[in-house]
């Protein structure tokens, strides 16, 4: 591992500074991803900005109804949260399939949604891939590509977004607060992370040295109806084969609003919007929902090893939609 200078910022001004004038810099949190990488020659930092002990783990309710999760509430804490687990249980249940208890502990909600793809070739120094090192290649376009992306990928990457979170916040409209050098903003989760394109190491839509300070939840009734399907390798602490987040709300069998988001299948927690225009407005039947799932996943394009995740998302969506609307049959 490469020696590194370690400093803990006062506030979040300093945080932010710190880090947008070294480019070689980066935050530390839980650290549960950033380390690791870190032990495998992947990541490089000359200086890393501790930004775990700033006060920005807290989780409240907003006056509107919604919750604020700051970017530093661990894991574990968020999913065991009464109101998420009353209000958003997509959120509570897409938390505990993630990860071991030890590793909900330590991890932070803004490093969950900013972790790197788990693909086996960005991990590997001795292999091509252009998120570690532009221009050198992707080699799991003609290697192995099982878990990687059938949506939205392109000839520079075909890696997936590795966050269960998410997939989830995507689904309930999270809105993401940040500060930058100039000032604080707000980003919505779906616009958070970018499409690979022609430059894959870019993996947000976040200037250099921004910080995520918290996360924002609008109210969501229809969110209480709702559930986080995840296909994996083994039955607990294994990163998704294919995932879906989703909320349904019905009237009189009708499906009144819908919000779907998967995992595991694009470079992005991927929404889902074609599939909710389907089922919006009509009534909910199994085979609607297949049809939902087919309007969405026709943009697929499969790689070698993996063409099995169109019929496994086609799969679980009915399932997920189907046993929520029996619930609240």
Known sequence: MRAFRYRRPADVAEAVALLGADPEAAYLAGGTNLVDLMKLGVQRPDLLVDVGRLPLDGIEELPDGGLRVGATARN???????????????????????????????AT???????????????????????????????????????????????????????DLAVALAALD??????????????????????????????????????????????????????????????????????????LELDAGVVRDVRLAYGAVAHRPWRAYRAEAELRGRPFTPELAALAADAELNAARPLRHNAFKVPLVRAITV???????????
């Open 76 to 106: 574990s804490d968020l999913a065991a949260h009464p109101v998420v687990r009353r209000d958003y249980p997509v959120l509570a249940r897409a938390l505990l399939a993630a990860a071991s208890g030890q590793l909900r502990n330590m």
């Open 109 to 163: 909600t803004g490093g969950n949604l900013l972790q790197r793809t788990r693909c086996v070739y960005f991990q590997d120094t001795a292999k091509a891939c252009n998120k570690r090192e532009p221009g050198t290649g992707c080699a799991a376009r003609q290697g192995q590509n099982r878990d990687l992306a059938i949506l939205d990928w392109s000839e520079q990457c075909v890696a997936t977004h590795p966050s």
């Open 319 to 329: 399932r997920a939609l189907t046993e929520l609307a029996e619930a609240g049959a």
């Open 174 to 247: 999270a809105v993401v607060e940040v500060v930058e050098v100039g000032g604080a903003r707000e980003v919505p989760v779906t616009e958070l992370h970018r499409s690979p394109g022609e430059h894959p190491e870019r993996e947000t839509t976040l200037p250099r040295g921004a910080l995520i300070t918290g996360v924002r939840i609008p109210p969501l009734p229809a969110a209480r109806r709702s559930a986080y399907l995840k296909v994996r390798d083994r039955a607990s602490f294994a990163f998704a084969v294919g995932s879906v987040a989703a909320v």
